[in-house]
């Protein structure tokens, strides 16, 4: 029988169920048997699982666990980190975060706060003064004396004219 690479590439998909005893197609059967290249890797396939299922793990060291239990007690009586020591660790290896642009983040913040803080109280609004026109025209406003001698002095050069109300 003439096999071809497909054929083998194919049948090398059922090697595992024919190495579980599972069922196999009689087609891939046949392939097995009369194929030397794939017969000779079930045979390597077939050895390694004989070899896998002789073996057993080592047996673990007679005083492991007195070592275990002795390096417990250890780590139990050291003293217990004091919190900048937890809060760095917890930065360091706690988070996913990069913690160190945070912190950028909010020094920067917390200094343009305290900058404009700084320079809003000590620079208060400077008052403006008003100039000497603005303060006496001021002061003739408030003086009614002043406005109903102005008003008569207006009445008198002009009869017709009606009198200014002092009131304004």
């Known amino acids: ?27 891939v059967r046949e392939h097995f048997v009369s194929c030397p290249d794939c017969a000779s890797e079930l045979a390597s396939m077939e050895s390694m699982m004989r070899v896998l299922d002789e073996w ?17 007690r250890l780590e139990k009586a050291s003293a217990l980190p004091g919190i900048f020591e937890r809060l760095r660790d917890w930065i360091d290896y706690g988070t996913n975060l990069h913690i160190g642009r945070l912190a950028a983040g909010a020094v920067a913040t917390l200094l343009v706060i305290g900058a404009g803080t700084l320079v809003l109280f000590n620079n208060p609004p400077q008052r403006v003064e008003a100039s000497d026109t603005v303060r006496d025209l ?18 008198d050069d002009d009869s017709s004219s009606p009198p200014l109300d002092s009131s304004n």
């Open 138 to 155: 001021q002061w003739y406003d408030s003086n009614a004396q002043l406005i109903q001698q102005l008003s008569s002095l207006d009445s």
């Open 56 to 72: 057993r793990a080592p047996d673990p060291e007679p005083f492991l666990d007195a070592k275990w239990n002795a390096r417990l």
């Open 1 to 27: 029988m003439k096999t071809s690479k497909t054929s083998c590439r194919k049948t090398k998909e059922y090697l595992v169920d024919w190495l579980g005893r599972r069922p196999v197609l009689p087609e």
